[in-house]
């Protein structure tokens, strides 16, 4: 049967929201009727639709049954990165309002994801509640992963890849080992990249390095943060990748503006949009 995704508020954001109001979809329940909120961050709504869309194609093709909570906004990582928690109790507040009556909630971003589970602040009042959604918020590759225990994706993407592994899903959510500790390798990003027939995952020199991202330690220390996206690429670039992908557009922003500044020959895809294209 087709139907439109479910609108639960007024409040949007206008890019997804667009594609929403002239899509529809064929929707296949997942096992026990789990409902499902998909989580945009707003620099991805803003500057990078496509991934939220890309992010709610793939979720229904695995047979996920996708609503997106109009009234989402922001969900204040920006404020507290920069010293500003006691700024961001609103937005905490209403992110819990949003998403509590979920059984998941899945974004296409580790930062943000780190950010609600682990450095959103207490809300008084609501500590019961916000443990509760803590379990239940889940980056998108964490969440095909371990939740819906994708091992056999039929699809086809004939490309040399790089991975960038960005520092908040990497080490604060455990997205894959990390070159500092000793514990075997493993990563959830690899894990679905290669079920794909036809990609080539490149193996980095520095696996697991950071980009210089940093939200506003790009602005605040800008120098240090553009050489170390210069050394991301260059990495890359020598291991003759096609495109460099990963979980966070953030990252893949601050690399490929520097790339396209350098006019540096490489094609840059969030990780969803991969998955989805080549499963279409």
């Known amino acids: 049967m087709l139907i439109f995704i479910d609108i639960l508020a007024i409040d949007v954001q ?13 929707i296949h329940k997942m096992p026990l009727n789990k409902k499902i909120a998909l989580f945009i961050p707003c620099y991805v709504d803003q500057f990078y639709p496509n991934v939220g869309i890309a992010t709610l194609e793939l979720l229904e093709k695995l047979g996920c049954q996708v609503s997106y909570p109009m009234g989402q906004t922001c969900c204040g990582q920006p404020m507290a990165n920069a010293g500003y928690e006691r700024d961001t109790f609103g937005t905490t507040k209403h992110f819990l ?10 974004a296409p971003s580790g930062s943000c994801v780190l950010h609600i589970k682990d450095h959103a602040p207490s809300i008084p009042g609501m500590e019961r509640e916000q443990e509760s959604l803590r379990q239940k918020i889940f980056e998108l590759t964490e969440f095909l992963t371990d939740v819906l225990k994708v091992e056999n994706l039929k699809g086809y993407f004939p490309h040399k890849v790089g991975f960038h592994a960005s520092c908040h899903g990497h080490r604060g959510l455990r997205l894959g080992s990390s070159s500092e ?13 290669e079920q794909l027939d ?7 020199t520095r696996t697991d390095e950071c980009c210089g991202f940093g939200g506003t330690f790009a602005v605040t220390e800008e120098a240090l943060s553009v050489q ?15 495109i460099l992908t990963g979980g966070d557009m953030s990252c893949i922003m601050h690399l490929e503006g520097i790339a396209k500044r350098n006019q540096q020959p490489l094609k840059f895809m969030h990780i969803a949009e991969i998955l989805n ?4």
Not at 97 to 106: A, E, G, Q, S
């Open 228 to 242: 170390m996206g210069k050394d991301r690429l260059e990495d890359h670039l020598t291991h003759g990748i096609e």
């Open 97 to 106: 309002r949003t998403f509590l009556v979920y059984d998941y909630i899945v």
């Open 198 to 204: 036809g990609l080539e995952w490149v193996e980095l």
């Open 277 to 280: 294209q080549a499963i279409s």
């Open 181 to 193: 500790r000793n514990e075997p390798f493993y990563s959830k990003g690899k894990q679905l990249l």
């Open 14 to 26: 206008a890019n997804i929201y667009q594609y929403l109001n002239i899509h529809k979809y064929r």
